[in-house]
């Protein structure tokens, strides 16, 4: 496990110390209050390969299929660059369940890489749980004007085709 500095920043780019967010939450000093927060405080955990909190943190379905050694590589052998929460649906302090949709930036050998996903939790004796997590496609992205081809004249407007203009 990686011990991070208390007043450094949060993995989990709260913008907070990482003791006055997910420290207490990965120590057991607290409770994750949302599940948004348990779901912050779950890539932290990764970002510290605090492999028992990954762990204590799941639903007794995730817990059956727990591959500790697989986690650990992946915790390990990446860095993790950041998490942009997308949409939160329900997951309240005062609900049951709730939904959180997130991209968790990481990078292995220097390659970056975005993880999509919709994770589904659930208070399971008064603590939230991770239950499932759904991998998203990264969106498609749509050309919004027609694609030049090389022998098309440039866009640019000097008279020359793409390929020996703009092109090159």
């Known amino acids: 496990m990686i011990d991070l500095d208390p007043t450094a920043p949060c993995p989990c780019g709260s913008g907070k110390p990482f003791a006055d967010c997910c420290g ?20 932290a955990a990764y970002a510290t390969a605090n492999l028992d909190f990954l762990y204590e943190s799941s639903g007794p379905e995730i817990r059956q299929e727990f591959d500790r050694e697989a986690s650990r590589k992946w915790a390990e052998g990446s860095r993790w660059t950041g998490l942009d929460i997308l949409a939160v649906d329900k997951g309240g302090a005062n609900d049951d369940t709730g939904t959180v949709e997130f991209v968790a ?64």
Not at 25 to 41: S, V
Not at 119 to 140: N, S
Request: proline letters at 6%; one cysteine or more.
């Open 24 to 43: 207490p939450i990965l120590g057991g000093a607290a409770k994750a209050p949302t599940a948004e927060a348990l779901m912050r405080a779950r890539y």
């Open 105 to 168: 930036h990481y990078a292995v050998a220097n390659k970056h890489f975005n993880h999509r996903e919709r994770a589904a939790f659930r208070r399971i004796a008064g603590d939230w749980r991770f239950i499932d997590g759904k991998i998203l496609a990264q969106p498609t992205i749509q050309r919004e004007t027609a694609k030049v081809g090389r022998n098309d004249p440039c866009p640019c407007g000097s008279g020359k085709k793409y390929k020996h203009c703009c092109g090159r």
